[in-house]
């Protein structure tokens, strides 16, 4: 019988962007179908690769070497949206990854649920960045992109309270940050389908950050561990460099991510005086 495990690797060794896509979405609604029906998929383990295939194109460059463009312009804006569909497809891969690769601890079901929804979400925000990008007479893989998005599941390869710490609680939280700058930036450009779609982005990425602190709360509970403590050593330990404010607070605060966790790991100089 098909394990979860298997599903995930099935992913993670699938090259091409959309047909990664694809069957990352077919797997999440098999995943759900058997839930429904009362008949779970065992959850099983598999060994996923440590690097997921990934499509020739884009090439990947150090992140100094990849060129920069002012938002302003049309290829600006092209560029932009370039790498978003780079951090989806990562993302895609990230949540899987998650799945096969802590699959011989023992999790409740609503874990293997939260992922597999957030992998299916990921692989719809890659399909509607690339279809911004081919009206725009472009495509993913058109241009460089970041080499380095996948250090994060390198570095956290064997600790799954520093995978979910990383992951969902500094790099997808940075997104609520940054997503509505883009919009913004799409919405001066009038490109009506960009906004639309990272609206949506914006929107589902808000659940990520929440599975991922809900998860790394119960984990904490589980072993009688100060939730706050572990999250500043391991953050500390496994990400290289400060968390950057302005930080989104009002969504923070929706995904449970209180001021506390993520204010003493910022920028000194940028810290707001005490009231
Ligand atoms: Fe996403
Ligand atoms: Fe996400």
Redesign the pocket.
């Known amino acids: 019988m098909t394990t979860l495990a298997d599903m995930a690797v099935e992913v993670l060794t699938t090259a091409d962007g959309r047909a990664k896509c694809a069957l990352s979405r077919a797997h999440a609604a098999a995943w759900f179908a058997a839930r429904a029906a009362g008949t779970p998929l065992p959850i099983g383990t598999a060994q996923p690769p440590l690097h997921p295939a990934r499509p020739a194109r884009p090439e990947l460059l150090p992140p100094r070497d990849v060129p920069r463009r002012r938002p302003g312009s049309p290829q600006g804006r092209i560029a932009l949206l370039h790498a978003v569909a780079h951090i989806e497809l990562n ?1 895609v891969d990230l949540h899987w990854d998650i799945l096969a690769r802590f699959g011989h601890v023992p999790m409740p079901l609503g874990f293997y649920d939260d992922w597999v929804k ?1 992998a299916d979400e ?1 692989s719809k925000h890659f399909g509607l960045i690339c279809d911004c990008l081919e009206s725009l007479g472009s495509h993913y893989g058109a241009l460089p992109a970041h080499a380095g998005m996948w250090r994060a599941a390198e570095d956290t390869v064997d600790d799954l309270f520093g995978r979910l710490a990383v992951v969902p609680m500094v790099l ?1 939280a940075r997104g609520l940050d940054v997503t509505p700058g883009m919009i913004e930036i799409f919405r001066k450009a009038g490109v009506t389908q960009a906004i639309d779609a990272l609206s949506v982005i914006y929107a589902e ?1 808000v659940g ?1 950050v929440a599975y991922g602190s809900k998860w790394f709360n119960w984990l904490c509970g589980r072993d009688g561990l100060d939730p706050k403590e572990q999250f500043h050593a391991l953050v500390r330990h496994y990400f290289h460099g400060a968390l950057k404010p302005p930080f989104n607070e009002e969504k923070r605060a929706e995904a449970g991510l209180p001021p506390d966790f993520y204010w003493p790991l910022a920028e000194q100089s940028d810290e707001p005086a005490a009231p």
Do not use: K
């Open positions: 993302a957030a990921e997808e990425e990520h």
